[in-house]
């Protein structure tokens, strides 16, 4: 199953970004995978982020929400 993945905005200590749909290097925006959790932590090792901000329970990063659309990302925050 192929995945789109988009992450909530964000707006703390001065810096802040709209939602954002996550994108491979070559340019794709979907990822390969049984579920949507399991597409989410591909992206983030693929993208070279670092695991130690992911909380897997929630599916977060860095206190952000994934999404599988951008209405419900933008609707979250931003």
């Known amino acids: 199953m192929k995945h789109k993945i988009w992450i909530e905005g964000y707006n703390i200590t001065g810096q802040s970004q709209q939602a954002t749909q996550l994108v491979k290097d070559d ?3 979907q990822w390969e ?4 959790k399991e597409a989410c932590k ?11 901000h992911y909380d897997e329970d929630q599916n977060i990063y860095w206190g952000c929400r994934f999404f599988d659309s951008e209405k419900s990302a933008r609707e979250a925050f931003g």
């Not at 995978?33 to 949507?36: E, K, L």
């Open 27 to 29: 340019g794709s925006t």
């Open 33 to 36: 995978a049984n579920s949507f």
């Open 42 to 52: 591909k992206a983030i090792t693929e993208l070279g982020w670092d695991m130690k």
